[in-house]
């Protein structure tokens, strides 16, 4: 059963070590120095009390196999302003023994339920990560057709999600 609650202090070093398994095959795809995998747990717990984040962590039967990270107040590459019912889906990572079970597509949809008065939810990912696509597509995101290139080679696409 898969499971949300928000991110503890204490979730801090098995969400970085999971984080960071995560996102090392990416960073040794792309080599992009915004790459998660190369933060350590002053990542997680600068965010969970800043207002501008929400982070969550993803339990399967109890046990930490990933986490959430909101973006709910600021800009992003793709949108100026977040505010009156806007998110922003910094990151969703699994670890890599618990991918391909559709704990993602669960957790993403559960997460949504943490948000105050969601309208719209926005994502970018690279383009080329069919994977992700398909989890984003299964949680009703659409492409919105704007790319963006943040390092040499790793083209971003964004999706967004109407909710009513």
Request: proline letters at 5%.
């Amino acid at each position: 059963m898969i499971s949300l609650r928000l991110t503890t202090v204490e979730d801090a070093v098995i969400l970085t070590e999971i984080q960071q398994k995560a996102f090392q095959p990416l960073y040794e795809k792309y080599h992009d120095e915004g790459n998660p995998c190369l933060r350590d747990k002053r990542d997680i717990l600068c965010r969970l009390n800043n207002p501008k984040f929400l982070y969550l962590t993803i339990l399967s039967d109890e046990k930490i196999v990933g986490g959430i990270l909101y973006r709910i107040k600021g800009s992003t590459p793709f949108v100026k302003t977040l505010r009156w019912g806007k998110y922003y889906l910094g990151r969703v990572y699994i670890s890599p023994e618990y991918q391909n079970k559709g704990i993602a597509t669960e957790a993403l949809l559960q997460s949504e339920k943490h948000l105050k008065k969601p309208r719209k939810l926005y994502v970018d990912f690279p383009e080329d990560m069919d994977k992700n696509r398909k989890c984003y597509i299964k949680c009703g995101y659409k492409d919105t057709g704007k790319r963006l290139e943040s390092a040499p080679g790793l083209i971003l696409a964004c999706f967004e999600k109407s909710i009513r």
